[in-house]
């Protein structure tokens, strides 16, 4: 197994966990841009949203279950930003499949 989130899933490389359940993990970002940065990934290896469809699209509903939890518990209640990168145009740096829960700030800058 090379994928570095399938590794944090299986506790082979540490991470600062938040949540766990039977679909998704929650833990801090290494490299954290805002205060408050926090990756939601499937504990199956679906490599990006290119890769969703109707038989896992259940690890996605519950990441954003999971999303909305979390910004709570985190006192996001200002508001919040959720970025998910696809594939080498989009900057995505690990192939498997993580949402970007951002806040703890005003997130001024936007693209859109
Ligand atoms: P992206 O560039 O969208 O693929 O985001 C990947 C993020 O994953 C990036 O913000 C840094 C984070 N990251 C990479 N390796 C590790 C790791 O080993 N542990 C943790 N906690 N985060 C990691």
């Known amino acids: 197994m090379s994928c570095i989130f399938c590794k944090i899933i299986a ?16 833990f801090k970002d290494i490299n954290p841009a805002t205060p408050v940065h926090i990756l939601v990934i499937p504990k199956v290896h679906i490599e990006g949203v290119h890769e969703i469809d109707s ?3 259940h690890y996605v ?10 910004a709570e518990e985190f006192h996001l209640e ?9 594939k080498e145009y989009g900057g995505q740096s ?19």
């Open 94 to 112: 690990v192939p498997h499949l993580h949402f970007h829960l951002l806040g703890g700030k005003n997130l001024g800058e936007k693209i859109i």
């Open 61 to 70: 509903a519950r990441a954003f279950e999971v999303i909305r939890t979390l």
């Open 11 to 26: 506790n082979e490389i540490p991470s600062e966990r938040v949540y766990e359940d039977d679909k998704v993990i929650a």
């Open 78 to 86: 200002k508001g919040y930003r959720v970025i998910t990168n696809v």
């Open 55 to 57: 038989e896992n699209s």
